[in-house]
């Protein structure tokens, strides 16, 4: 086995419009489809395990509006969600997953998780099946040997949150939960905001400014890359500042005017929505270049939103720059974004929503042919409606023993 990626597969059952899906994932992943065809979806589907970490899962699934917000719409109403993630954390890999049954009430039906070597020998791990546990190993010790004493599970409670206590079962504990998205509200970006500290960007972006400030004294370099890129991504932008004015917080962008030799600034408020959403994703993704606890992966959803087609071309080289760093997986449906003769295909997964169920898989093998003879890029065959989910692959997935019960003890 070799590393790659933090995250390396994600498997899915019955989650919002998912039915099956069991899909790789690289340092850079493109979520590409039509609006509604679930690229959101798979998002969330990550943030849900992030969410069920660091709050609950009563939590994460009354946050999202109940159980059929969570659950797969469709008829029958399926009982059950199961989410399973294979990962690598320095030389080590993991496959955690569990599966969610409301009978009437939440229960989490199983858990698991195994430790592998870098030669992909079981180290340890644990597994719990309805309630009980069923196998539990710390990684590097013989089964049975030395085990502490484990809390009881409890029947709507992630077991991870437990086990995390013993420190060989933290990493993945803090990794998953470390897993940050970004959905950016660029009219609360533009806002005065008041002053608080904040080591990372929320969600929406709305305290970018603080963060913005924090940068500009803490992490320099780090900021001024985000300055030269956002300088590609919207001509005539010099610089970015955040200041404080009564107890509040806001940015203000210095802009070239012609005739003038000094730039203009205007506060954020005066700015499009396109700018204000490109600076939130240089944020979101170069704010984690010098962080030494630096998230392990990063979702944004449309980066590209609001901005002139020219400008995709320089965003997609800050995605890839910032790739080395953290693993990203990006929605987006703008065929500019994929327009580069020097994308790399393999970095799309393409997602189609039939009858309100969602397909996701690798391009088809006609658009991998396509584009590299060089007669299509994949833009050029999203805006003609033709850039297809690999069918092999998508019945591939359709008869894997998903979450089969022979395998939570490993």
């Avoid at 065929?335 to 997602?351: C, G, T």
Wanted: aromatic share 8%.
């Amino acid at each position: 086995m070799t590393l790659g990626p933090f995250l390396r597969r994600l498997r899915l059952r019955n989650f919002k419009s998912i039915s099956l899906c069991d899909v790789e994932l690289g340092q850079l992943t493109l979520l590409v489809g039509r609006n509604g065809s679930g690229k959101s979806n798979f998002l969330e589907a990550l943030r849900f395990v992030s969410d069920g970490l660091n709050l609950s899962l009563d939590h994460a699934i009354k946050s999202r509006g109940g159980i059929d917000a969570v659950r797969r719409g469709s008829v029958g109403h399926p009982h059950r969600v199961g989410i399973e993630l294979s990962i690598s954390v320095a030389d080590h890999f993991a496959t955690y997953g569990f599966e969610i049954a409301w009978m009437p009430t939440t229960k989490v039906t199983w858990e698991r998780l195994v430790v592998h070597d870098a030669q992909g020998r079981v180290e340890g791990g644990y597994s719990v099946t309805d309630g009980r546990i069923a196998f539990a190993q710390i990684p590097g010790t013989t089964a049975g040997s030395n085990l502490p004493v484990l809390a009881p599970p409890l029947p709507d409670r992630l077991y991870l949150v437990f086990a995390a206590g013993i420190s060989e079962f933290r990493t993945y504990f803090d990794c998953l939960r470390s897993m940050v998205f970004y959905h950016f509200d660029p009219r609360s970006m533009k806002a005065l905001q008041p002053t608080e500290p904040s080591d990372w960007l929320s969600q929406s972006g709305s305290n970018i400014a603080t963060v913005v400030g924090r940068m500009q004294t803490e992490q320099p370099e780090a900021f001024g890359r985000i300055q030269e890129y956002l300088s590609h991504v919207v001509p005539g932008i010099v610089t970015v500042r955040a200041f404080e004015s009564n107890g509040h917080s806001g940015l203000r962008f210095g802009q070239q005017m012609q005739g003038s030799n000094a730039a203009w600034e205007f506060p954020a408020n005066l700015m499009s929505d396109g700018t204000v959403n490109a600076l939130g994703t240089l944020v979101a993704v170069n704010q984690l270049n010098t962080q030494s606890d630096r998230p392990q992966l990063v979702g944004i959803e449309e980066a590209e939103t609001a901005l002139h087609p020219a400008a995709t071309a320089a965003l997609l080289d800050a995605l890839r720059e910032a790739a080395t760093h953290t693993q990203l997986v990006v929605t987006t449906h703008s065929p500019d974004l994929l327009d580069r003769a020097d994308l790399d295909f393999e970095q799309v997964l393409v997602l189609q929503a039939i009858g309100g169920k969602t397909d996701i898989a690798p391009l088809d093998k006609a658009s991998r042919e396509t584009i590299r003879s060089h007669l299509y890029s994949a833009g050029e065959l999203l805006r003609m409606d033709q850039l297809q989910p690999d069918h092999d692959d998508l019945a591939r997935q359709s008869h894997l023993p998903f979450f089969a019960e022979a395998e939570v003890a490993p």
